[in-house]
């Protein structure tokens, strides 16, 4: 299974579309194998759920996201997890142990005028 982690370098960022990079973990029986980052190509509507897909992300971490980025991933099953903070693998080995739950923040304005991750 492939996670990633909308970041600000390694810290979980507060918004899925501005991140600097996606730190993206590769698990296998629950373990971390492999972990790369990976700069973020650009903000565009649609874009980024679809780019992590072709990649073959099955799950998205990040403080908060905008609705329209958790329709595209809930339309390709990816699971998406908001609300998240602090360091990026720790959020990490927090999901794979069933710790890290989705708070469903989402964003409902584009200018995200302090409504992430509340």
Do not use: W
């Amino acid at each position: 299974m492939k996670i990633a982690v909308a970041s600000e370098k390694n810290q979980v960022t507060q918004h899925f579309g501005h991140c600097i990079n996606f730190n993206i973990f590769e698990e296998e029986n629950g373990c971390i194998k492999e972990a790369i980052s990976i700069d973020n190509p650009g903000h565009r509507p649609g874009f980024l759920p679809n780019f992590l897909n072709d990649l073959g992300v099955n799950v998205i971490i990040s403080g908060g996201m905008g609705g329209g980025a958790v329709d595209i991933f809930n339309e390709h099953n990816i699971e998406v997890i908001v609300g998240a903070s602090g360091d990026a693998r720790q959020a990490t080995d927090a999901y794979l142990r069933g710790d890290l739950e989705s708070t469903g923040s989402v964003c409902h304005e584009h200018e995200h005028a302090d409504e992430c991750g509340e």
